[in-house]
């Protein structure tokens, strides 16, 4: 497991064998290094996936909430999103992976590519694609979701890959960031007219962080996606990924990275992607508008097969990267049980899970998922989610209806 691990993710620790403890209370010494505690049937030896690769031992059980849904293909210029009930990787293919992009899709040669650092650094940086890859490689795992993704798409703007790339704090570094360099805007060649105050201007995808979150060790500048080079429709050459981050942050077709002296207020940092909701601030009850930025702890379960005599209830878990402690199922309202993560789990990767369910009666169950990180918080329902008029960040549990056979 370690071995195909970068350094910089910690390996899994070593299995827990005492997976008695009720739910919630789980002490902070069963965390796994990188933060996932494992459940039972991991423990006990039985490989995550043996049970859960799609095959001729599974038969999925259709869920009653979807009868009509059809995701729709990879098609150029449009929005793909995953059929969540058929994953069955670790990995989401390069080819199945969800596609979102505000603009165009430009194709840019390798050889035409150039990416700068400009604005407050003591020196300005030039690099053409083979200039960049001859600085030194990292890779990660991170999984990620647009932050518009819903209930409604089935949670289908998701993926989860490995990423490949050379790290954003040490380029910084090495260009020199000035004192009142506090902002770090990324931008890609796509672009449009956008309508502002009534001028129509061009403007390119752009967007931003402060610099201290640009100098999270863990954003990469990445031309690889799973082994291969970037594809188009991920970015070509080069994109921007930050772990832990809504998929937003991940600026494709990157081409420019600028630090500034104040906030860059672009479409994607100051109008789009802004979440509005009633928040306690120092006391005081106030609608917020608020940029989209960490990934919020989520889970949803998305696919249940049979298998044998039993049945597979399979989800994912997203968040920023905090330890978890537990993600647990409940089935027709009934008391909560704990799902197994998947041991391939890291830091910032999607972390699949499965809840082995015996004795299931013939005929329609609700099913709903919820996670516990380590600092006790708990995914929220529909109900005890803050007021929050607008569509992004959709992280409440997410109750499925399923036919049972
Ligand atoms: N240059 C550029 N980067 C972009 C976007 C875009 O429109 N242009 N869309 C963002 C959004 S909203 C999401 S959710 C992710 C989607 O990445 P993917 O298509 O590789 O899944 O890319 C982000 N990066
Ligand atoms: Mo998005």
Redesign the pocket.
């Known amino acids: 497991m370690s071995q195909d691990h970068p350094a910089h993710i910690l390996p899994l620790a070593a299995q827990d064998t005492d997976t008695a403890n009720a739910p919630g209370n789980i002490p902070r010494r069963k965390l796994l290094q990188n933060g996932i505690a494992l459940g039972t049937a991991a423990a006990a030896g039985m490989p995550f996936w043996a049970s859960l690769a799609l095959g001729a031992e599974e038969t999925l059980m259709p869920f009653t909430d979807m009868e009509t849904f059809i995701a729709p293909p990879v098609a150029p210029g449009a929005v793909h999103y995953l059929d969540t009930r058929g994953i069955d990787t670790f990995y989401t293919p390069n080819d199945d992976?969800?596609?979102?992009?505000?603009?165009n899709q430009p194709t840019i040669a390798a050889a035409d590519y150039k990416l700068t650092v400009t604005g407050l650094v003591n020196k300005t940086i030039e690099l053409n694609l083979a200039q960049l890859k001859a600085r030194p490689k990292v890779e990660i795992d991170a999984g990620f979701e647009?932050g518009g993704n819903r209930d409604t798409l089935f949670q289908g703007?998701i993926?989860n890959a490995r990423w490949g790339g050379t790290s954003l704090k040490a380029l910084l570094e090495e260009a020199g960031v000035q004192a009142e360099g506090i902002e770090v805007v990324f931008y890609?060649s796509?672009g449009g007219k956008e309508t502002i105050r009534d001028v129509s201007v061009d403007q390119n995808?752009g967007r931003s962080m402060h610099i201290l979150d640009a100098m999270n060790p863990d954003i990469m500048i990445a031309w690889e996606m799973n082994g291969q080079d970037l594809p188009l429709?991920?970015?070509a050459p080069v994109r921007l990924v930050v772990p832990g981050w809504y998929?937003?942050a991940?600026?494709?077709?990157l081409n420019q990275i600028h630090v500034q002296d104040r906030r860059y207020m672009g479409r994607f940092m100051g109008r789009d992607y802004v979440t509005l909701s009633k928040r306690d601030i120092g006391g005081q009850e106030r609608w917020e508008e608020r940029s989209v930025t960490k990934i919020r702890l989520k889970s949803s379960i998305v696919r249940v097969t049979k298998s044998g005599n039993s049945h597979n209830v399979m989800g994912f878990v997203l968040n920023d990267g905090t330890p978890l402690r537990a993600v647990e199922v409940s089935i027709d309202g009934g008391a909560w049980q704990q799902a197994e993560i998947d041991p391939k789990s890291s830091k910032y990767s999607w972390k699949l899970f499965n809840y082995t369910w015996t004795g299931a009666a013939a005929g329609e169950h609700t099913l709903v998922s919820r996670v516990i990180d380590e600092n006790g918080q708990i995914q929220a329902t529909t109900e005890e989610m803050p007021e929050k008029p607008t569509r992004w960040e959709n992280y409440a549990q997410f109750p499925r209806k399923v036919m049972i056979s």
Do not use: A, M, R
């Open positions: 992976f969800y596609i979102v992009q505000h603009y647009c703007l993926g890609g796509d995808f429709y991920h970015g998929g937003v991940n600026v494709k077709w």
